[in-house]
């Protein structure tokens, strides 16, 4: 049976999480839920088996990198695409790098919503082969 994949948000910014996940639903592609702390997202990882999360890079509890690196070390999520968002790159430099710096996939803020959607579409189809 198909199931709407699952994304997970995390931002410390309220408005682009809630954003983000209200855009992500009205495509009807997807489920979403989101969370504005770092540990909490851990913990929703862990908890709600996302199919992939968009993390933002910045945050003041916990970088994106330290939280990435939390949900890689544990087994049952080190195997979620993690998408950071980022507003510390362009879309032009991210454009040149083909979206991918050191094996993780970024996209630039404020993300284009189409962007958005088709980036997300076609790493969750890469990580089913």
């Keep these: ?16 999480c809630e954003f983000t996940k209200s855009m992500l639903e009205k495509t009807r592609k997807f489920d979403a839920i989101a969370t504005t702390k770092a540990a909490e997202g851990i913990v929703l990882a862990k908890t709600q088996a996302p ?11 916990m970088d994106g ?9 544990d087994s049952g999520t080190k195997d979620i695409p993690i998408i950071f968002l980022t507003g510390l790159a362009n879309k ?10 050191g094996g993780n996939f970024f996209i630039a803020k404020p993300a284009d919503n189409k962007e958005l959607v088709e980036r997300i579409e076609s ?4 990580a089913k082969q």
């Design 65 to 73: 990198s330290q939280v990435a690196e939390a949900i890689r070390q």
């Design 92 to 101: 032009k430099e991210l454009d040149n790098s083909s979206g991918i710096i």
């Design 123 to 126: 790493i969750l189809q890469k």
């Design 1 to 16: 049976m198909w199931h709407k994949p699952k994304i997970l948000v995390i931002d410390d910014e309220y408005d682009i």
């Design 51 to 61: 199919d992939l999360i968009l993390l933002d890079l910045s945050m003041p509890d």
